[in-house]
C-alpha cells in the first residue's frame, strides 16, 4: 500500500459544494486518471480518500491537507501532474509528498482551524464600513467577555444536547492592517476532539450586535491553515508535509 | 464569472450548488464567436433535470457543433426563486450567468405535465411575456421537445413551436437554418413559415382548433405551407446517431448520478396504457460493439463508477448476458458496476440481475401493473400468475431479500376484486417467501392511478373520477392495513386528476394554467409544494370543469385535441387495440364497443 499525502486550495468559484461532494469530485477525478487507486474491502469496494477536516459549505481554503492510498506505487510528481487535468477550475493541488503508510491519520492530528472572515463591502462605501468595523469590534468584545456560549447539537432520535462552545474560541480578533475592509482573524478548536464552527460564531456575533448586516451570509469565510498539537504548540498540518 | 448579485444571492439559498454551472464538462464558449446561442431550460430543479438523458444528447450533440451553443437552465427552487424577485435578478444560464432573454431559443424539455407551471415561472423570471401574441420578433423563440409534445395543446398558446419525435435529429438543422434566417434579419412569422416546413416540427399558429358551440372540438385547421399533420422525426440509426460520452458530471448527487448508456430505443411489448411503448417506437437497436464502445469513454471521461444499461425494457435486449458479460472484461479494473434499470418479470432477467448485483441483494423491482390475469390481458402485459411466482422464487433463491411492486388503478374494466387482487397478491407472496430471506422480507408495494395518455389505445378512455380514485385507494389502505410488514404506498389522487387534465387537454386550458401559475402553484410535482386548493381556485376562477376533462370518453369517430399530431403509430392500430382490451372487458359484456 502507498499513501500520498496532499495539500490543495478551492476558490470562489467551487466554494459552495459540501464536504461530500468534494470528495466525490476528488473520487471521480482520481478515478479518471490512470493512478493505480487502492480500494477498501467489502461489498463495496471504494477508494480510501479523506480529506482531514470537512470544509464547510461556503467557505474557500488555501493549504487543506487530504491523503490517499494506492496499489502502486506514485510519485508525488505523477500524482500532482495526473491530476492535475482531471480537476476543474477552483479546486487545485498545489503540493503532495510520499507519506509512511502507517503514519497517523491526517484527520485524526487536527487540533485547531485558522479562518479570515470577511465583510463582503457592498457599494464600496467607506463611511458604512467604518460603522461596520466599529459595531463588529464592539460586538467581539462582548462576546469574547462571556463566559459561556451554548452551542445546541439536535439529534433526531435522542434529546438535544447543549454544549459550551466558549472554550473552542482560541483567538477572534479584527485585522487592521487591511485598510477600509472588515476583516476577522478567527482561531477556533476543530477536529475530533471537539470544536466550533466558523459559521456559528458570526451567526453568534450577529446576534450580539442585533445588526442584520453583519448576519453569517454576508461574510466571505477562508480557511487558511489547519493546525496540529506539538506538546503544547499549535503547528500549522503542511509542515508536516 | 459570476457576478456580486448572484453571489450574493447564492449566499443565501439551500444548495447552492444547483446554479453553479462549472462542473466537470459543462462547455463554455464564446458567444460573439456564435452563429445561434440557445437556453436548454428544464422545468424542474437541477437534481432532476441533470438526471435526463435527452438533455445530455442534445447538450452534446448541439455544442459539437462549431458555430451553435447549448447552455442549461433549470427551475429555481422556491428560496432561490424569492431571492432572485426580491433582487431584481433576471433567470441566467449556468455555464455563463447570461440572462435567458439574451438568447436566441429557450428549448424547454416538456417530460410530464406536472412541470408545465415551472415553464411559465420560468418565461415569467426571464422577463419574458408568456404569450407568444404577445412576444416580439426580438424575444427569443421559445420551443418545446420530449414525450408531452404528442399532446402539447394546454401549452401551445405560449410556445413558438414543438418538436415532435427526436430531437437530436432536428435540432442541429432547426439552429443552423436560424443562423441563415437571422442573417437576413427575418421576423418571426417568416421564421416560423421556414420551420412549419421542417418534417417534425409543430407551429401551433398555423393551426386552428374549431369548436361548436358546447366548445366540442369540431376539427383542427392548417394554415399556410403547415402539414395536415406533423410526422415525429426519429433516428434511424442508433449506431450512427450522436451519443454522449462526455456528459456534464454534476457536483451534487442528482436523482440519478451515473453513466448511462442507451441499449435500445422503443419498446416493442405494446403494453396499452404506455405512451413511451408507443411514441417512440420502433425498436431500435444499438450493437454490442458500440454499446461496449460508449461505455468505455463515458467512463472515462466521467470518472464514475456506476453504468446504467439503459432503455424501456433491457432485459429484452438480445443476448444481454453476452453484452454483460463484454462489458465486464472491457471495464475490468476500473471497477464499475453495471445496473438494469428495468427488469421484466421473467427468471431470464432475474438471472442477469443476480449477475450484476453480486453481493448487494437487497430488493428486485418489478411492475406487474395489475394484480388479475384478466386485467393484465386488458392492458397487454401479458404474464401469467405462474410466471410471476415462479421469477419471484428464483430471486429468493438467488439471495434477493425482497421486492419492491408497482401496480396501477382505475384501469379500464377495473372492478373492485381486481383491487382486491392487489392485496390479496401481496398477501400471498409475502407468505409464500417470507420464511425463506436472511430476516425479515422486504416488501414495499406502490399503487399509481392509470392516466389516459394521447397516441395510446387508450386514449378514448376516461380517467376515473377523482372520488373513485380515493375510493379504491381507500380500499388498498384498509387491506393493506391488515397485513404487517409490507410498505405500502400510493400515488396522490388529485396530482394524477392533474395529469388526466393536461395530458388530454386543448388550448382552451391555457388560462387555466396561467391561473394556477399566477395564484402562486409550481414544483407541482412536489409533494411538498403542491397545492390542490390553489388549483381548485384556479378551476372555478377559470370557469374550466377539470372533471370534463380527465373524465370524459371520447368517441372513436371525435376529433381529439392531438388528431393532427401524428407518432408513426397507425390510428387503426389504436382502434384494434382499444376493442381487444375490451373484449377481456367484463364477463357480463356490460362494456360494449
Ligand atoms: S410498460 Fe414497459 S414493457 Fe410495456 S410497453 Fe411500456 S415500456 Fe414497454
Request: contains cysteine; proline residues 5%; negative net charge.
Amino acid at each position: 500500500m502507498y499513501r500520498i499525502k496532499f495539500l490543495f486550495s478551492r476558490s470562489r468559484s467551487l466554494a459552495y459544494i459540501s464536504h461530500l461532494d468534494t470528495l466525490r469530485l476528488f473520487i471521480r477525478a482520481l478515478r479518471r486518471t490512470d493512478l493505480p487507486l487502492a480500494f477498501s474491502q467489502g461489498f463495496n469496494p471504494h477508494p480510501r480518500l479523506t480529506l482531514a477536516l470537512p470544509l464547510p459549505l461556503g467557505v474557500t481554503a488555501s493549504n487543506e491537507p487530504g491523503e490517499v492510498y494506492f496499489e502502486a506505487e506514485v510519485s508525488p510528481e505523477q500524482f500532482i501532474s495526473e491530476l492535475l487535468y482531471q480537476m476543474p477550475e477552483g479546486l487545485q493541488v498545489i503540493k503532495a509528498i510520499e507519506a509512511e503508510p502507517d503514519s497517523p491519520a491526517l484527520a485524526a492530528l487536527v487540533e485547531a482551524a485558522m479562518y479570515r472572515a470577511e465583510l463582503r463591502s457592498f457599494e464600496k462605501n467607506e463611511s458604512l464600513n467604518d460603522n461596520l468595523g466599529d459595531i463588529t469590534e464592539k460586538s467581539l468584545e462582548k462576546l469574547m467577555q462571556k463566559n459561556e456560549i451554548v452551542f445546541t447539537k439536535s439529534a433526531k432520535k435522542k434529546k438535544d444536547s447543549h454544549i459550551n462552545v466558549r472554550p473552542y474560541i482560541i483567538e477572534a480578533k479584527r485585522d487592521t492592517q487591511t485598510g477600509g475592509l472588515v476583516v476577522l482573524k478567527l482561531l477556533l478548536k476543530a477536529g475530533s476532539r471537539g470544536g466550533i464552527s466558523p459559521v456559528f460564531f458570526l451567526e453568534q456575533l450577529a446576534l450580539e450586535s442585533g445588526d442584520e448586516s453583519l448576519n453569517a451570509a454576508c461574510w466571505n469565510l477562508h480557511r487558511e491553515c489547519l493546525y496540529y498539537k506539538k506538546g503544547d504548540i499549535l503547528k500549522p498540518l503542511s509542515e508536516r508535509m | 464569472m459570476h457576478n456580486s448579485k448572484i453571489e450574493l444571492v447564492l449566499s443565501r439559498v439551500q444548495k447552492p450548488a444547483r446554479y453553479l454551472g462549472n462542473e466537470w464538462n459543462s462547455v463554455h464558449k464564446d458567444h460573439l464567436e456564435m452563429a445561434v446561442i440557445m437556453a436548454f431550460a428544464f422545468p424542474d430543479l437541477y437534481e432532476v433535470g441533470m438526471s435526463n438523458q435527452g438533455l445530455k444528447i442534445l447538450y452534446e450533440s448541439v455544442n459539437t457543433q462549431n458555430n451553435l451553443l447549448m447552455e442549461r437552465v433549470f427551475t429555481p427552487a422556491v428560496d432561490m426563486e424569492e431571492e432572485m424577485r426580491k433582487n431584481n435578478l433576471p433567470l441566467f444560464t449556468l455555464e455563463s450567468a447570461t440572462p435567458l432573454k439574451n438568447f436566441d431559443v429557450i428549448g424547454f424539455s416538456l417530460q410530464y405535465e406536472l412541470s408545465y407551471t415551472n415553464v411559465l415561472n420560468m418565461l415569467d423570471l426571464a422577463g419574458l411575456s408568456l404569450y407568444r401574441s404577445e412576444r416580439s420578433s426580438d424575444d427569443p423563440l421559445i420551443i418545446g421537445g420530449g414525450p408531452c409534445t404528442f399532446n402539447p395543446e394546454p401549452l401551445a398558446p405560449f410556445f413558438d413551436l414543438f418538436v415532435l419525435g427526436e430531437s437530436e435529429e432536428v435540432l442541429p438543422e432547426l439552429l443552423l437554418e436560424l443562423a441563415v434566417l437571422k442573417k437576413k434579419d427575418a421576423g418571426r412569422k417568416e421564421i416560423l413559415k421556414h420551420f412549419s416546413e421542417i418534417e417534425g416540427v409543430y407551429v401551433p399558429d398555423f393551426y386552428e382548433p374549431i369548436y361548436n358551440e358546447a366548445e366540442k372540438l369540431l376539427k383542427i385547421n392548417n394554415k399556410a405551407v403547415a402539414p395536415g399533420r406533423v410526422v415525429k422525426r426519429i433516428v434511424m440509426d442508433l449506431d450512427d446517431a450522436p451519443y454522449p460520452t462526455v456528459p456534464v458530471v454534476p457536483f451534487i448527487q442528482t436523482v440519478h448520478d451515473r453513466a448511462v448508456v442507451e441499449l435500445f430505443r422503443g419498446c416493442g411489448r405494446g403494453c396499452r396504457f404506455c405512451q413511451a411503448g408507443y411514441i417512440f417506437r420502433p425498436v431500435r437497436r444499438r450493437s454490442a460493439e458500440k454499446i461496449v464502445a460508449i461505455a468505455k469513454n463515458l467512463v472515462a471521461a466521467t470518472g464514475y463508477d456506476e453504468l446504467s444499461l439503459s432503455s424501456l425494457s433491457s432485459s429484452d435486449y438480445p443476448h444481454l448476458d453476452q453484452l454483460i458479460e463484454d462489458l465486464d472484461n472491457k471495464l475490468d479494473g476500473d471497477r464499475v458496476k453495471c445496473s438494469l434499470p428495468s427488469l421484466r418479470l421473467d427468471s431470464y432477467s432475474v438471472k442477469l440481475a443476480h449477475r450484476l448485483h453480486q453481493g448487494r441483494r437487497s430488493s428486485l423491482t418489478f411492475a406487474p401493473e395489475a394484480a388479475t390475469e384478466r386485467l393484465r390481458r386488458v392492458i397487454r402485459k401479458n404474464i401469467s400468475e405462474n410466471e410471476i411466482y415462479s421469477a419471484l422464487n428464483d430471486a429468493v433463491t438467488a439471495g434477493w431479500q425482497g421486492f419492491k411492486l408497482y401496480f396501477m388503478i382505475g384501469l379500464p374494466t377495473e372492478k373492485d376484486e381486481d383491487v382486491e387482487a392487489i392485496i390479496s397478491m401481496c398477501r400471498d407472496i409475502r407468505n409464500r417467501f417470507r420464511g425463506r430471506v436472511k430476516g425479515a422480507l422486504k416488501l414495499s408495494v406502490s399503487v399509481a392511478t392509470f392516466v389516459p395518455k394521447a397516441n395510446t389505445p387508450f386514449q378514448w378512455e376516461p380517467q376515473i373520477s377523482l372520488q373513485e380514485i380515493i375510493r379504491r385507494q381507500q380500499i388498498l389502505v384498509e387491506g393493506f392495513r391488515k397485513i404487517p410488514g409490507i410498505d405500502f404506498s400510493w400515488h396522490d389522487a388529485e396530482t394524477s386528476f392533474l395529469e388526466a387534465v393536461f395530458a388530454r387537454g386543448d388550448r382552451l386550458l391555457a388560462p387555466l394554467l396561467e391561473k394556477a401559475w399566477k395564484l402562486g402553484c409550481r414544483l407541482d410535482g412536489w409533494s411538498e409544494h403542491f397545492s390542490f386548493a390553489l388549483w381548485q381556485q384556479a378551476f372555478a376562477k377559470t370557469g374550466i370543469d377539470g372533471a370534463k376533462y380527465s373524465e370524459r370518453r371520447f368517441a372513436f369517430e371525435d376529433c381529439l385535441p392531438w388528431d393532427h399530431l401524428d407518432c408513426g403509430v397507425e390510428r387503426e392500430l389504436f382502434v384494434r387495440e382499444n376493442k381487444l382490451a375490451h373484449s377481456y372487458g367484463e364477463e357480463g359484456g356490460a362494456d360494449n364497443v
